[in-house]
Nanobody, 128 residues
Framework: QVQLVESGGRLVQAGGSLRLSCAAS????????MGWFRQAPGKDRRFVAA????????RYADSVKGRFSISRDNAENTVYLQMNSLKPEDTAVYYC?????????????????????WGQGTQVTVSS
C-alpha cells in the first residue's frame, strides 16, 4: 500500500508561483514513475506532468510547458511541481499519482489509467 499526500496548494494571483509537494510512503519510491494531474470544476481530470524513476525523463502537457517543472527527491520520497507564471485557467485540484510497477527502467506515463495510487488532491486557485 502506498500513500501519497499533496501539499502546497493555495490562492495565488495570476503571474505568481507555487510549488506543490507530494510525499510518498514506502521504501521503494525510487522505483515508481510519478505524475501530476489536475481537475478543474466541471471538467475531467487532465494530465499535467510526469517523471521517470530516476528523474532523468519528464513529460509535460502543452498547456503548462515552459511554465511548470516536475522534479523528485528519491532520498526524501517526494515529488514536486514548480508552477510559474500561473494563469486563472490553472485553477484546479492537483493530484499526485504513482505507477508502482513501471514497465521500463526510465518510464513516464501520460494516461491516468497507468497509475495505481493517487493522493487526495490539493486546491490551487489563481485569481485574475
Amino acid at each position: 500500500q502506498v500513500q501519497l499526500v499533496e501539499s502546497g496548494g493555495r490562492l495565488v494571483q495570476a503571474g505568481g508561483s507555487l510549488r506543490l509537494s507530494c510525499a510518498a510512503s514506502g521504501r521503494t519510491f525510487s522505483s515508481y514513475a510519478m505524475g501530476w494531474f489536475r481537475q478543474a470544476p466541471g471538467k475531467d481530470r487532465r494530465f499535467v506532468a510526469a517523471i521517470s524513476q530516476s528523474g532523468g525523463s519528464t513529460r509535460y502537457a502543452d498547456s503548462v510547458k515552459g511554465r511548470f517543472s516536475i522534479s523528485r527527491d528519491n532520498a526524501e520520497n517526494t515529488v514536486y511541481l514548480q508552477m510559474n507564471s500561473l494563469k486563472p485557467e490553472d485553477t484546479a485540484v492537483y493530484y499526485c499519482a504513482a505507477n508502482t510497477r513501471p514497465r521500463y527502467r526510465s518510464a513516464y506515463y501520460v494516461s491516468q489509467y497507468e497509475y495505481d495510487y493517487w493522493g487526495q488532491g490539493t486546491q490551487v486557485t489563481v485569481s485574475s
